[in-house]
């Protein structure tokens, strides 16, 4: 939890390379998570074209040389799990003293390797920020959730982590819902990146909640 809270999105880099001991680092838990997924995630070090363009600069974006390419094999779903293991990732790049921030649209093109039936769903930003980001006002528990006074810690825990997640443009287009021990999470109607939102705000309730107390449910 206290990751999430310290983690906020940097659009703004030092020029500071990435020490070879933290990217090994990074790279090993990326290699564990793709075994884990199903996907390719990549990571690219010191390769500042890809946000070094119209769309980049009009994004905010600076000095950003490093970022990771959330690659996989095309599949309806795709785009959650690229959310939920990317999360894990971006929080273990926190972990390292790194900043990062997702990025839909706002980048040129990437240097990953994307193969036949493979698509490359949106890119991660990655490096030492120049300020820590800031936290931005988001819903209460109750608008995103069923949550109320006979619920127990595990999901009020879960709930807390969901709202500390990262959505685009700030959107928190989520619902949780539980019935017993058994949680169904949905994503918004209309807005964009829902389901790469979904996946990050499944992960994060996953950490807050515990996977050892709740299920997913349809």
Not at 45 to 73: K, Q
Not at 111 to 126: D, P
Request: proline share 3%; charged share 25%.
């Amino acid at each position: 939890m206290e990751l999430m809270r310290e983690r906020h999105s940097v659009r703004q880099y030092l020029d500071k390379a990435i020490p070879a001991e933290v990217r090994a680092e990074l790279d090993a838990y990326c290699e564990a998570l793709n075994r884990e997924s199903g996907l390719r995630m990549q990571i690219v070090y010191d390769e500042p074209d890809c946000f070094n363009t119209r769309l980049a600069h009009y994004g905010s974006f600076e000095n950003c040389a490093n970022y990771i390419a959330m690659v996989g094999e095309k599949a309806p779903d795709l785009d959650e799990r690229c959310g939920y293991y990317g999360e894990l990732l971006v929080l273990k790049a926190q972990e390292l003293g790194l900043n990062t921030c997702w990025a839909a649209l706002t980048h040129g093109k990437s240097k990953a390797t994307v193969g036949a039936g493979e698509k490359e769903v949106i890119v991660i930003a990655l490096g030492y920020g120049k300020t820590q980001g800031k936290p931005h006002r988001g819903k209460d528990a109750d608008a995103v959730s069923n949550l109320d006074e006979t619920a127990p810690a595990w999901y009020r825990s879960g709930v807390a982590a969901a709202l500390l997640a990262p959505t685009a443009v700030n959107q928190q287009k989520f619902r949780f819902e539980r019935n017993g021990d058994a949680v169904r999470a949905s994503a918004g109607k209309l807005g964009s990146c829902l389901k790469i939102d979904l996946g990050i705000v499944k992960c994060h309730f996953t950490l807050g909640a515990g996977k050892e107390n709740f299920h997913w449910g349809r």
